[in-house]
């Protein structure tokens, strides 16, 4: 992340607006998100997706969507 927040500032600099909306692209968005810790209580946190891991996501969501798929034929068969 700071590597892309130096290069942001460079570009800002020395950069001109085409170079500066590629780095921007590349910026990842900042979620809050929250966990249940082993004691019942939650803590909050902020992840970063970044557009480049929306590949594994669509990995998950089509495994999901077979699993579903199968699902509805076991019972269409029972």
Same mark, same amino acid.
Request: net charge negative; glycine share 4%; aromatic share 12%.
């Given at each position: 992340?700071?590597?892309? $927040? +130096?290069?942001? !500032?460079?570009e800002?600099?020395?950069g001109?607006? =085409? ?5 921007? +692209? ?16 939650? $803590? ?6 970044? #557009? ?5 996501? =669509? #990995?998950?969501?089509?495994l999901? !969507? ?8 076991m !019972?269409?068969? !029972?």
């Amino acid at each position: 992340m700071a590597l892309l $927040e +130096s290069w942001k !500032q460079y570009e800002l600099t020395y950069g001109d607006e =085409q170079s500066l909306a590629n780095v921007e +692209s590349l910026m990842p968005e900042v979620v809050k998100k929250r966990r249940r810790l082993e004691d019942g209580s939650f $803590e909050e946190y902020f992840d970063y997706l970044f #557009k480049d891991d929306d590949d594994g996501n =669509q #990995k998950t969501l089509s495994l999901l !969507q077979k699993a579903e798929e199968w699902r509805r034929r076991m !019972q269409a068969n !029972q």
